[in-house]
């Protein structure tokens, strides 16, 4: 009775891995043909083989869902207009597969940036579901998001403080990160074109991968550079004097020793031309309190002096 048992257990364990063997087998004669495919360009053969893996070997190579966003994409391109939103919804699946399946191999932030920009492109959700997806991203991986991003993550923001859902606070905290992040991502490129420049000038001969690099620096900096200014075109009448000194009085006393908080609320309403409130004097005094400098005391006497306060301009100077 015993043999018999163990006979056919093993009988059972050899065919379970004959089955398996055969699966591998077929999503590896699927996988060559899809990826041969995909390689060529020949998108329209690959997606049908594509979608075979992704159903019946989720697992077998995350080189599936590189070929198969290019796939995808691909067909999103070419699809009617009545299509495009079927398309769009797959390829955010596909998305969501490939970090289920390759966590390890996937840049998660990424992922979420990629889901968040197709959300947008093609007006999948609301407006606020568009923004908690690139504001997912942003906050997973700030580096995920790049110029076009940048923008899209605050232009919507921007909107959604236009239909009254988010404070005006909120659009001047974010655009203080956004910018900051353009400025960053722009040194980085400045210093290494400035490397680059270097090289030639010295009369070292570039390779061709330094070549693509110098190239894809100056693209993006010009990308960046006309980011910045739509950046600053969307905040608009936004940051003038009417609402500026309102929001930055209501927060003043919350924040007279915040030296950041300051700085930006000085900076933003000398950038405005709204020096002459009152109110300008008081953050630039309370800088100069939490921070002190004989740059700072100067500013300040000069401000005392346009107001006539010959006395306060005097201890300034001093």
């Not at 075979?52 to 067909?75: A, F, H, I, N």
């Not at 699809?79 to 490939?98: F, G, H, M």
């Not at 920009?117 to 997912?136: C, I, L, R, S």
């Not at 700030?142 to 909107?159: C, G, H, P, Q, R």
Request: hydrophobic fraction near 35%.
């Amino acid at each position: 009775m015993k043999s018999k048992v163990i006979l056919f257990l093993s009988g059972v364990l050899l065919g379970t891995g004959a089955l398996q063997a055969q699966a591998n087998q077929e999503c590896a004669t699927t996988a060559s043909l899809a990826y041969s495919d995909a390689k060529a360009k020949n998108y329209e053969a690959a997606y049908p083989r594509i979608q075979t893996l992704r159903k019946d070997c989720p697992s077998y190579s995350v080189v599936t869902y590189q070929y198969g966003e290019r796939v995808l994409k691909d067909k999103l391109e070419k699809a009617p207009d009545a299509e495009k939103n079927a398309v769009a919804q797959d390829l955010i699946k596909l998305y969501e597969e490939r970090l289920q399946h390759f966590p390890g191999k996937t840049k998660a932030g990424e992922v979420y940036a990629d889901i968040a920009q197709v959300m947008y492109d093609y007006k999948m959700g609301t407006p606020e579901e568009q923004y908690a997806a690139f504001d997912k991203a942003f906050k997973e991986d700030k580096d995920a998001l790049n110029a076009k991003s940048l923008y899209t993550y605050f232009s919507l923001l921007v909107d959604l403080q236009d239909a009254g859902k988010k404070e005006l606070q909120d659009v001047f905290n974010q655009y203080d990160i956004v910018i900051a992040k353009v400025e960053e991502d722009e040194n980085k490129m400045a210093e290494g074109l400035a490397t680059l420049i270097e090289k030639q000038e010295a009369g070292e001969q570039l390779t061709s991968k330094d070549e693509k690099r110098l190239n894809a620096y100056e693209i993006n900096l010009k990308a960046y550079s006309t980011i910045r200014g739509s950046i600053n075109a969307k905040l608009g009448q936004r940051a003038d004097c009417d609402n500026l000194v309102p929001l930055y009085s209501k927060d003043f006393e919350a924040n007279k020793s915040n030296v950041d908080w300051l700085k930006r609320a000085a900076g933003r309403l000398s950038g405005k031309d709204c020096t002459e409130d009152p109110l300008f004097f008081k953050l630039v005094e309370a800088l100069h309190k939490a921070e002190p400098s004989a740059k700072s005391a100067l500013y300040l006497g000069q401000l005392a002096d346009a107001e006539g306060k010959a006395g306060k301009a005097l201890e300034y100077y001093n």
